[in-house]
């Protein structure tokens, strides 16, 4: 029987049962979409569909205070090895990726030691908190098909790595919350003209290096309704987490904060993120990754050492202004985005500007049920400086959620 068959036979067995059992707990997304392109960077890219994620969270309750967490995804279809046809950053080579955990990614296996509201514990494979996306991460809490392009373009999404979270509500109310993190670092083999240090998230190997750990932090201030205020840190060196010695003797440090914002109230929501990134001696690490072996299956172009991001975004359910079914909702929405992933460079790295890039997006939401959202949206990606080389996409997807 296939790994891929095996677990869905469990999970099915699994939430039969999980009534009587009591001790389990489960949950699910899925996201499909369709694309239509007409990009003048691309003329020939082709329509598609994608079928973007199943994710799917068993949790085993070993007692009211110790709990186990796992989280599975089926990734664009749950195929293993992906081929991408890279015009840009590969000189029209054919790029092959291979999906860490082949058929299915095992994202999520950790265990949550419950304490003191103010103080819990979770070690193992734990998921990192930055921006919004990270907690607006199920499909019918964000608007457009996919999630924010500044958000998914310089940072890993969903980012997890391994070690120990400390994590608590603070407050009479609980109106703060908290969470500090030390993990396994990047790899600064990975980083990219087009990704800055998204592409450093350790997947291609069947273990993660070490010699580098990071500091990660996440304050919120817990608004009504489900929004939140607040800002996220990320530190860490990556040299020493290359596959080989080749940069021990240069340090690069990587330090990242983001300020975000989450207001929602029944019919209205507003959001928004600005990330700033800073990559200690970019420079030194941009001639190590030219020499580095085709094998290895990395882009090899020049990194930055800012980035910078931010985007705004507003929704407003229309539905609400005729009717009074609260349980189908009409969202049109809007969200501008500017990400520059070369925003400042180092030595005698060239600062392509190509790599600053803004979005415009404006769509509609139909939630014809709390846990299913069809969605559709338009997007205008201007790449450059100037207006002329622009990308325009055209989506229309669904999303759902299992509670």
Not at 100 to 118: D, H, I, R, S
Not at 265 to 276: A, F, P, S, W
Not at 286 to 306: G, H, M, Q, Y
Not at 364 to 385: D, V
Request: positive net charge; glycine residues 8%.
């Amino acid at each position: 029987m296939k790994p891929t068959t095996l677990l869905l036979f469990l999970f099915s067995f699994l939430i039969s049962q999980a009534q009587q059992l009591k001790k389990i707990e489960y949950k699910a997304y899925g996201v499909v979409n369709y694309y239509d392109f007409n990009w003048d960077t691309d003329q020939d890219k082709r329509n598609s569909f994608d079928t973007e994620r199943l994710n799917i969270y068993l949790k085993y309750n070993f007692t009211d205070r110790i709990q186990l967490k796992t989280e599975f995804e089926f990734e664009h279809g749950g195929t293993g090895i992906t081929m991408e046809l890279d015009k840009f950053e590969e000189f029209g080579e054919y790029e092959t990726e291979l999906e860490a955990g082949g058929a299915v990614k095992l994202e999520q296996l950790n265990l949550l030691f419950l304490y003191k509201p103010w103080l819990n514990f979770r070690i193992g494979r734990i998921k990192l908190y930055m921006g919004n996306a990270s907690k607006l991460d199920t499909p019918t809490q964000y608007f457009t098909g996919y999630r924010s392009p500044m958000e998914s373009a310089l940072l890993p999404m969903g980012w997890y790595e391994n070690g120990i979270e400390l994590l608590g509500d603070l407050g009479k109310k609980k109106q703060f919350s908290y969470k500090l993190f030390l993990v396994n670092g990047l790899s600064s083999v990975g980083f990219t003209s087009a990704n800055w240090i998204k592409r450093g998230h350790q997947t291609r190997f069947e273990t993660i290096n070490t010699n580098n750990l990071a500091f990660s932090s996440r304050l919120d201030y817990n608004l009504k309704g489900g929004g939140f205020l607040g800002f996220s840190t990320y530190v860490g060196n990556t040299n020493r987490n290359r596959p080989k010695p080749d940069l021990d003797h240069v340090k690069s440090r990587i330090a990242i904060i983001d300020f975000h914002i989450n207001i929602e109230t029944e019919n209205l929501k507003i959001r928004g993120m600005i990330l700033v990134g800073n990559l200690q001696n970019s420079d030194k690490i941009t001639i190590a990754n030219k020499k580095l072996s085709n094998n290895l299956n990395v882009k090899r172009t020049p990194v930055a050492k800012n980035a910078l991001g931010y985007y705004a975004e507003i929704g407003y359910n229309i539905q609400s202004l005729y009717s009074t079914n609260n349980h189908k909702k009409l969202f049109l929405f809007t969200r501008y985005d500017f990400y520059d992933s070369m925003h400042t460079t180092a030595g005698d790295v060239f600062d392509n500007p190509r790599w600053q890039r803004s979005v415009l997006t404006a769509g509609i939401n139909y939630m014809i049920h709390p846990t299913i959202n069809l969605k559709a949206h338009y997007a205008i990606n201007t790449l450059g400086l100037t207006s002329e080389n622009k990308e325009k996409t055209f989506l229309l997807g669904m999303g759902f959620t299992i509670n």
